[in-house]
């Protein structure tokens, strides 16, 4: 067999029918086209939400109240009391693992400044919590450990709360806002972040002593949660297992007992996200899949109408020679031409529309190169499997009775 | 002379089944052909001459009868060792043509060569532009089949018939949509290759032919009535030469 004889022969028989060749071809085009754009959304979506989430500090560790029975009844978390200031403290200092660690007691309300109010969150923390929530200071200073022991009425404020209380530009420093009654002095302010990937406004925060939220505000002795960053976000399990250590011998809790807390971390948050955005890319990619699988008894269609109609074509190239599977070659030829070029045409305008999208809609996208790959060979693929069946049907053909069909 | 056998027909049948009557297009034919002879097939319409040409020409099995080409029983070949056979060894030229449509002179004599990978393309070229040469199309070449007259379309085919350098050929009619003046040029070039040892079958209905063979097989209804041996070929070339040259 002459692969490049057989190829020049396909080649003639497809531009004898340039526009049914193209037709068919657009099955394969829009199917691949939509399978790249498809692909190149849910990697994009995946892909901001992973850089987001990054953002907000990917070793970050929670740890929270929570899995508690009482006399069989299950406690609402943020009702229970059982971690302690001196938690905090033993994970500050005796662990390996935690690069920073900061208590965490919050309260919503109304922040007032003259005739402006605005409801927000003050949340009662430690310096460290800028660096384990990857907050940083626009303007001003951060509170001092010194204004922590005294419980100081200092804050911190996010830009969306300047917004509300300032709507005049004034500079916020040094002003003092009310919250519950408390006069609060402004500090610093916080570079604005912007919305999370779940819609939350990152900036919607005052930052407070946590003693002052504790004393002044709350009047409660325990804490809410405590929040640490692991030394990187690999170490992140290490990092869990000390915390878990700690609290399970501060609390008491027996070998064989369920935690009293409940641990978590931006890893596992994170892993949770993509999990959701490959299921998203997967469902995406079935539905481009089957416009391929389409596209592909496309192809299937027109070789079987086109051996049928080619029949006497067929048993003359019999009859001067050509054996079963020159004939098997050349249709299978025509078919993966037609699904091969309809893949690298539809690959352009997957490029193209994925651009587009991301260039009209705003939408984060990202091409892989292998789904490039995979659309190509899932092209190629294609051809030969819905080629297979009409080519071997022109293979069979008898020479004598082919070349007599009308 | 060689005086090697190269086809040998045993009692060969070939019944089709139309509906349900049995046309007996052979009833059991039998001869032997030397190579190198030059038999003319004659016989009126629907004798069995493109039947028989079919089945001499491996396109076609027999209900039943042996075959044997070149000694082989053509029974016991696979498909594809005949489709090589039919690409190597035999020229057919058919009665209806069988040009492919929206496709060059050149192109549907290249054809047959296409599939022998042994010819390269320069090769393939330039042996079907000779065929083309051969039978009087040299002005033609680039002309599709549907661009072409009758006689033109006949002469492509047997040039595509030639372009192998086939051992045998086939000719079923291949002179019967062309003027005198073409047929005796044709003629010529089969007795040509005739010369050059070629076996040529060639089936006709004009009877004044088969002085240019050297052997005349008679069928009629499926049978041979006659089968007579031509001492005195007469030259094709003798006659051409003799006929008025047409001027416009
Ligand atoms: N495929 C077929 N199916 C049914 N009958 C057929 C078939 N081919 C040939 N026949 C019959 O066989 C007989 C012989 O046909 P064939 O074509 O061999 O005749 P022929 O001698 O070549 O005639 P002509 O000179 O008109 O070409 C005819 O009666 C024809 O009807
Ligand atoms: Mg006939």
Redesign the interface.
């Known amino acids: 067999?002459?692969l490049?004889?057989l190829t020049?022969?396909a080649l003639?028989a497809l531009s004898?029918n340039k526009m049914r060749c193209f037709l068919t071809m657009l099955g394969i085009i829009i199917g691949v086209a939509s399978v790249i754009t498809m692909l190149a959304i849910g990697q994009g979506s995946k892909r901001s939400i992973r850089a987001q989430i990054a953002e907000m500090g990917s070793n970050m560790i929670m740890i929270h109240p929570g899995n508690m029975e009482r006399g069989g009844v299950r406690q609402d978390a943020s009702s229970m009391q059982t971690l302690k200031l001196n938690d905090y403290q033993d994970i500050a200092e005796s662990t390996e693992y935690v690069a920073a660690c900061s208590p965490s007691v919050n309260s919503s309300g109304q922040f007032i400044y003259g005739a402006n109010n605005y409801p927000s969150t003050i949340y009662g923390v430690t310096e460290d919590y800028l660096e384990i929530r990857k907050i940083s200071i626009e303007e001003g200073n951060m509170f001092s450990p010194q204004d922590v022991l005294t419980s100081a009425k200092v804050c911190l404020v996010g830009k969306t709360v300047i917004d509300n209380l300032f709507p005049n530009g004034e500079n916020p420093i040094g002003k003092v806002i009310r919250f519950n009654k408390i006069p609060l002095k402004i500090m610093g302010t916080l570079t604005p972040k912007g919305y999370n990937s779940m819609g939350m406004d990152q900036d919607d925060m005052v930052l407070a002593p946590y003693t002052t939220v504790q004393k002044r505000v709350l009047a409660i002795t325990y804490l809410q949660g405590i929040y640490c960053s692991a030394l990187t976000e690999v170490l992140t399990p290490q990092a869990i297992d000390e915390i878990s250590e700690i609290l399970r011998k501060n609390h008491k809790i027996k070998e064989g007992e369920d935690d009293d807390f409940e641990i978590r971390s931006q890893e596992e948050m994170s892993s949770m996200m993509s999990s959701t955005t490959d299921m998203m890319t997967i469902l995406l990619a079935c539905i481009a899949g089957i416009s391929l699988l389409v596209g592909g008894i496309g192809i299937m269609n027109i070789m079987y109408v086109s051996v049928t109609e080619r029949t006497?074509?067929i048993?003359?190239?019999?009859?001067?020679?050509?054996?079963?599977?020159?004939i098997l070659a050349q249709f299978l030829i025509e078919a993966v031409i037609i699904s091969v070029t309809g893949g690298i045409i539809g690959v352009l305008l997957g490029v193209g529309s994925s651009i587009a999208v991301n260039l009209l809609f705003n939408w984060p996208v990202y091409i892989q190169a292998y789904s490039v790959i995979l659309s190509f060979f899932v092209c190629t693929i294609t051809g030969i499997f819905f080629g297979w069946y009409p080519a071997r049907k022109a293979a069979n053909l008898d020479?004598?009775e082919a070349?007599r069909y009308e | 002379m060689t005086t090697k056998e190269i086809i040998r027909l045993e009692n060969i049948r070939r019944n089709f089944i139309v509906g349900n009557e049995t046309v007996h297009a052979l009833r059991g034919v039998s001869f032997t052909i030397n190579a190198g002879e030059f038999v003319t097939i004659m016989g009126t319409s629907g004798s069995g001459k493109s039947t028989l040409l079919n089945i001499l020409g491996c396109l076609d099995t027999p209900t039943s009868g042996e075959y044997y080409l070149d000694g082989i029983p053509v029974k016991s070949m696979g498909k594809n060792e005949r489709s090589i056979l039919r690409n190597r060894k035999i020229g057919f030229v058919f009665q209806s043509y069988n040009l492919l449509p929206k496709t060059t002179a050149l192109e549907n004599v290249e054809l047959p060569l296409m599939y022998n990978s042994a010819i390269s393309a320069r090769e393939r070229h330039e042996l079907a532009s000779r065929a083309l040469d051969a039978v009087g199309l040299s002005d033609r070449k680039s002309h599709k089949s549907n661009q072409m007259s009758g006689g033109q379309q006949q002469r492509v085919a047997i040039a595509r018939a030639l372009v192998n350098d086939p051992v045998i050929i086939l000719a079923d009619e291949a002179t019967g949509n062309l003027d005198t003046r073409t047929s005796f040029e044709i003629l010529v070039l089969f007795q040509e290759l005739h010369a050059r040892g070629r076996t040529i079958i060639f089936v006709t209905h004009n009877p004044e032919l088969s002085a240019y063979s050297s052997r005349n097989i008679v069928l009629r209804d499926g049978k041979i009535i006659s089968d007579t041996l031509n001492e005195k070929q007469a030259s094709a070339l003798d006659v051409l030469n003799k006929l008025p040259i047409e001027t416009d």
């Open positions: 067999m002459n490049t004889n020049k022969i003639k004898n006497r074509e048993g003359l190239r019999m009859s001067i020679g050509a054996r079963g599977i020159d020479p004598i070349i």
